[in-house]
């Protein structure tokens, strides 16, 4: 089974420009949550998207978004960027379903966005 | 007081030893709880996943829960320096019909021959 791919993986854009990352989940998950990385702040969550709909969101601004497209697949965009946004951007796919077990997330390899 | 602690490390080890690595998160209603392994420059990979309190064993790898503590571990037998990495914790909690991952800072092993 493929696993989850992200493009584009590496990304050099400037401040005031938009960028629009997209993420393909694993056949079969519905699930899908987006995370910011730095070296500083460590793994921050940014949303999740179950079936089209957006059902957590992380404390972030709203230059930040995203949406889910019937196939499960996602894309985050990121308007007005700053230098602070320069990161690794990972998605990560799960069944997304259950109280218990089903919620496993796995990641794709990640966009690695510089601002410059 | 963060939601999932991890001691940063780095953790050292001599290869062949048994590497323990802990977390602690402060949600009692917390019901599912991963441990991810990352290289550097390389997303995080999931190795283990516990739900019920105890030992859960695969290969060299033992996840330990204990609720009642708000406590789980990771145990890795026969450590090799290919295990050097970052191992992130992560706790899911189902609240309100929908289940959120929260993450560690996670802990920096490294494994010396």
């Keep these: 089974k493929a696993g989850v791919t992200q493009t584009p993986r590496y990304l050099i854009k400037t401040r005031g420009q938009q960028v629009t990352l ?10 899908v949550s987006w995370y910011q990385q730095t070296p500083g702040q460590g793994l921050q969550f940014l949303f999740e998207y179950f079936s089209e709909t957006q059902r957590n969101k992380g404390n972030f601004p709203g230059r930040f ?14 308007s007005t960027l700053e230098l602070g946004d320069s990161a690794l951007y990972l998605c990560a796919s799960s069944l997304g379903r259950g109280a218990m077990g089903g919620h496993e997330q796995y990641f794709g390899p990640g966009t690695r966005l510089t601002v410059t | 007081q963060k939601e999932v602690e991890q001691n940063s490390g780095p953790l050292s080890v001599p290869e062949g030893a048994i590497a323990s690595l802990n977390c602690t998160y402060s949600d009692r209603g917390s019901q599912s709880f991963f441990w991810y392994r990352q290289y550097s420059g390389k997303s995080p990979e999931l ?13 060299r790898f033992t996840a330990q829960l204990n609720k009642a503590s708000q406590y789980v571990s990771l145990l890795i037998r026969d450590s090799q320096p290919s295990d050097s990495a970052t191992y992130l914790c992560a706790v899911s909690a189902f609240s309100g019909g929908y289940n959120k991952l929260i993450f560690g800072a996670g802990t ?6």
């Design chain 1, 22 to 31: 997209s993420c393909s989940p694993i056949s079969g998950h519905r699930s």
């Design chain 2, 108 to 113: 920096r092993l490294a494994v010396h021959p």
């Design chain 1, 65 to 78: 978004s995203g949406r889910q497209f019937s196939n499960s697949r996602s894309e985050m965009n990121v």
């Design chain 2, 47 to 59: 190795i283990m996943f516990i739900y019920s309190n105890g030992d859960k064993e695969d290969g």
